[in-house]
């Protein structure tokens, strides 16, 4: 019949056509877009020769395109400090500004701890706020002037120091608080927080 004829052509090309069809069988080392080579007893590799099969990238890892022995491979790796990879994505990714990751592989981005910031993506470190400056957890991503009538002496502060008595601060951002000169008053602010002379 004609369909015994079919197959019997069809296996005649197999047999002689062996190691064309064979490429386009997928092989355990063809890795898919979210896994990457492994060798014989589980770690990841950037070898062909080394692989035996492919396994899922984990948290912190992704996985890239590489060339091993002429052959385009894929491979997992680490997200390089700066960036992040969490299980609902599937690419590293910057941390964003008030973040940083400061080391390869991270699965998260860590917050800027009160009195530094960040104001870039992909940071790897925080700054310190300088002096007069002052950053909380409701922002990270910059650091705010203390207020007229508060000061800050120190770097790095996560609030600001109110002006004592006897002493006030007309201008924000500022390191100190000047002294009340107004002799009719000897000396003494109505309250903390002056921040006009006149308050003197």
């Keep these: 019949s004609i369909h015994d004829v079919a197959s019997a052509v069809a296996c005649k090309w197999l047999l002689q056509n062996q190691q064309v069809w064979e490429k386009s069988i997928p092989g355990l080392t063809m890795c898919r877009w979210d896994s990457g080579l492994v ?25 890239t395109l590489n ?13 390089s400090p700066g960036s ?18 400061p080391n390869e592989g991270m699965e998260s981005c860590q917050p800027c701890e009160p009195g530094r910031f960040q104001n870039a993506s992909g940071g790897t470190f925080c700054h310190r706020c300088r002096a007069g400056r002052y950053s909380n957890d409701d922002d990270n991503s910059r650091c705010r002037r203390c207020s007229p ?26 390191t100190t608080c000047y002294n009340c000169t107004n002799a009719l008053l000897h000396s003494v602010t109505t309250g903390p927080a002056t921040n006009s002379s006149l308050g003197c």
């Design 39 to 63: 060798d014989s007893e589980g770690r990841f590799t950037k070898s062909l020769l080394e692989a035996v099969d492919c396994k899922i990238c984990p948290d912190g890892m992704q996985s």
């Design 84 to 101: 992040v990879r969490s299980p609902e994505r599937f690419r590293c990714t910057e941390c964003e500004m008030g973040f940083y990751a």
């Design 149 to 174: 009538g508060q000061f800050g002496t120190l770097e790095g502060q996560s609030e600001c120091s109110f002006c004592i008595f006897g002493t006030y601060q007309n201008e924000s951002g500022q």
């Design 67 to 79: 060339f091993s022995e002429s052959e385009e491979v894929r491979i997992c790796e680490f997200c």
